[in-house]
């Protein structure tokens, strides 16, 4: 099949996935799932619904069909009270939700540090996707060590000084405990000019977490857009990530229309469930 027909039937495909999702029922994509075989799951960045309170946060995305969330801290703030995060996991319980990490977190002090992984420890959390302070990275290990809390370094792409690329983040996390690694944002390694397929197979042994999304242009202009829409290789990052047998979770973070972003995860995560079915 041409490349540009090929593509345009994974489009309808994800679309048409995407949308039976949203009106009725409560399992995305009918009885038939192309994704239950892959190693990897799908979740849902909760950034994604940000300007929602959690309990809409949850009942989006169990109508995407989704089970597994990393929460960020406009959902359950960093400065919660013990009890407060207690209500908040009774919330995600019930619906049968599991938080598969929270973040991003950023860290700028040592009382930051420790403050975050006290935070996740209490929540249940087994991963941290942070972006602590390059100074900091020996007390974030020495935390990860106490409290076997993963962290995964979260790469921002050409604005940010610390991580813009995966590599930044691996050179200084590859001597140190297995537990530190990466989330690598599939969009913001895009903005860089690097492709994302090249970069997990590069620095997969430290792989922990991937946050997806498709933009718009590969440079800093590059904005989120729905998947299959933008400039991202879904097709050859799918591939190379059966390949490699990833077993962590792609989280869906779509920072298109912060109103209104149910469709266009909808339609992100349709998309993605096509090329599936079709690798």
Known sequence: MPT???????????????????????????????????????????????????????????????????????????????????ASLSVLQASGITLSSCGVVYMTSEEEVRHAFAYAK??????????????????????????????????????????????????????????MGLCIDV????????????EAERYFDRLLDIHMKDVSSADAQGSTVECGRGVIDIPGLMKTLLKLNYRGTLHFEHEKDEKDPLPGVAESIGYVKGVLAMI
Do not use: C
């Open 187 to 198: 969009g913001h390694t895009r903005r860089l000019g690097l492709n994302p397929a090249v």
């Open 4 to 86: 540009t027909s090929r593509r345009d039937f994974l489009k309808l495909a994800g679309i048409s996935t995407a949308m039976s999702a949203l009106p009725y029922g409560s399992s995305f994509g009918g009885t038939h799932d192309p994704s239950a075989n892959i190693p990897f799951t799908l979740g849902i960045a909760s950034y994604t619904f940000r300007a929602f309170p959690l309990a809409q946060a949850v009942s989006m995305t169990k109508r995407l069909g989704l089970q597994r969330m990393t929460l960020k801290d406009m959902h359950l703030p960093l400065k919660s009270s013990d009890a407060e995060i207690k």
């Open 122 to 179: 209490l929540a249940g959390i087994k991963m941290m996707v942070g972006a602590p302070d390059e100074p900091l990275l020996p007390l974030a290990e020495q935390m990860v060590k106490e409290t076997d809390i993963s962290l995964a370094i979260h790469n921002h792409g050409p604005t940010d000084k610390r991580y813009p690329s995966p590599e930044s983040a691996y050179k200084l996390v590859a001597a140190m405990d297995r537990r």
